[in-house]
């Protein structure tokens, strides 16, 4: 998703008190390892001694990758939203067609494939995962619980801390109040509820 989707849920957690930043990625030229490196030199600029991340989607498998390859950032807690830890279906039925195929660009590789994706991230980490099948996704994923993009099972990783399924879609999820409530009580305590 772009920064300006990430908008309401980013406003939310100002007002709960949080010093929040939006960085963009590039989903397509680079891969997901590669943007953990740029948005490293993007958290190099802050000045903090705690770092929180949430991350939606792809982007919590950048974060992954980020957390992996620099222990060294400030202590904190991840959160990800609807993140197909596990690969996505979507992607791998899509990325061989011509044209459509390259909407997916390098985000397969250690990414939306499902291999290689870095776990041991040295926190705590929770997952919100979506149980609301509204979506262009959902078609392929008929059968499966599915937030309209992901599954179910393609968002659960037993490295995970604490998850909670949501009735709440892909996208919905970046504007739902009780997501929002989720993530804060989980920033806080380490718990979703």
């Given amino acids: 998703m772009r920064p300006l989707v990430l908008q309401t849920l980013a406003r939310r957690l100002r007002?709960?008190?949080y010093l929040v930043k939006v960085p963009a990625y590039a989903s397509v030229s680079l891969t997901p390892a590669q943007n953990a490196e740029r948005l490293y030199w993007f958290i190099q600029r802050l000045s903090t001694d705690y770092l929180h991340l949430?991350?939606?989607s792809l982007g919590g498998i950048v974060a992954l990758h980020l957390l992996s390859q620099h222990?060294?950032?400030p202590p904190g807690r991840l959160v990800t939203l609807g993140t197909p830890?596990?690969?996505s279906k979507i992607a791998r039925m899509i990325k061989p067609l011509p044209l459509l195929g390259?909407?997916?660009g390098n985000s397969m590789d250690a990414g939306l494939a499902g291999v290689?994706?870095?776990t041991n991230i040295g926190r705590e980490w929770g997952a919100i995962i979506g149980t609301l099948p509204l979506g262009l996704g959902s078609p392929f994923l008929l059968g499966e619980p599915n937030d309209g993009a992901v599954s179910v099972a393609e968002a659960y990783h037993p490295a995970q801390?604490?998850?909670?399924?949501q009735r709440v879609s892909h996208t919905g999820m970046l504007f739902s109040p009780l997501?929002?409530?989720y993530i804060q009580h989980f920033l806080r305590t380490g718990q979703f509820i």
């Fill in 15 to 17: 007002q709960a008190g």
């Fill in 54 to 56: 949430v991350a939606h």
């Fill in 85 to 87: 830890i596990q690969g």
């Fill in 161 to 165: 801390t604490v998850r909670i399924q």
């Fill in 102 to 104: 390259l909407a997916f």
């Fill in 116 to 118: 290689n994706i870095p």
């Fill in 71 to 73: 222990p060294e950032l």
């Fill in 179 to 181: 997501t929002c409530s």
